[in-house]
Each structure stands twice: as C-alpha cells, then as structure tokens.
Nanobody, 126 residues
Framework: QVQLVESGGGLVQAGGSLRLSCAVSGRSFSTVAMGWYRQAPGKGREFVAVISWSGTTTYYADSVQGRFTISRDHDKNTMTLQMNSLKPEDTAVYYC???????????????????WGKGTLVTVSS
C-alpha cells in the first residue's frame, strides 16, 4: 500500500506563490508515476501535472504551463508542485496521486491513478 499526504496549501494573493508537497509512505517503489489534480468548488477533478519515476518526463495542463513546476525527490520520498503567478482560477483542492505504472500523457484526460491523498486547499484571492 501507498499513503500520500499533501501539505503546503493556504491563502495567497493573486500573483503570489505556493509550494505544495506530497509525502509518500509505504511501498514507495509503487509510485512509478506521480501527479497533481485539482477540484474547484462546483467543478470536476482537473489534471494539473504528472511526473515520471526518473523525473525526466513531465506533462502539464495548458492552464498552468509555465507557471507551475512539478518535481520529485526519491531520497526524501516527496513530490512537490511549485506554483508561481497564481490566479484566482487556481483556487481548488489539490490532490496528490500516484500510479504503479506510467500511462504517460493519458493522465491529462483520465485521472486513472491508483493512489490518492486527501487533498490540500489552495485559495487565491484577487
């Protein structure tokens, strides 16, 4: 089993930055692909970014490309999402997710991850 715990959410003004972290425990070798999804109030879950085991392959939603950066640290068993130039429309609950296989760019269209955290709330004020 894999446990994922997000941290780093909070309230920030538009234009500001936040850094989300996802701590991995349990069978960390099962986290071949890891990613972030978000869900805004009244909306469905939306893909944000995904990263491969090696960290060399990443995919981003068009809405965050150039503003957000996903990374992972195997020594610390963590994944992070650096969010810059935040906008009010980035307000959402952000979920950390992991998968035992790497489905590549398909994660953009299907939230087909095996493991999920409980989420952390990010609120961007205008």
């Amino acid at each position: 089993q894999v446990q994922l715990v997000e941290s780093g959410g909070g309230l920030v003004q538009a234009g500001g930055s936040l850094r989300l972290s996802c701590a991995v425990s349990g069978r960390s070798f099962s986290t071949v692909a890891m990613g972030w999804y978000r869900q805004a109030p009244g909306k469905g879950r939306e893909f944000v970014a995904v990263i491969s085991w090696s960290g060399t392959t990443t995919y981003y939603a068009d809405s965050v490309q150039g503003r957000f950066t996903i990374s992972r640290d195997h020594d610390k068993n963590t994944m992070t999402l650096q969010m810059n130039s935040l906008k009010p429309e980035d307000t959402a609950v952000y979920y950390c997710a992991a998968d035992r296989v790497n489905k590549g760019a398909s994660y953009k269209y299907n939230a087909d991850m095996e493991y999920w955290g409980k989420g952390t709330l990010v609120t961007v004020s205008s």
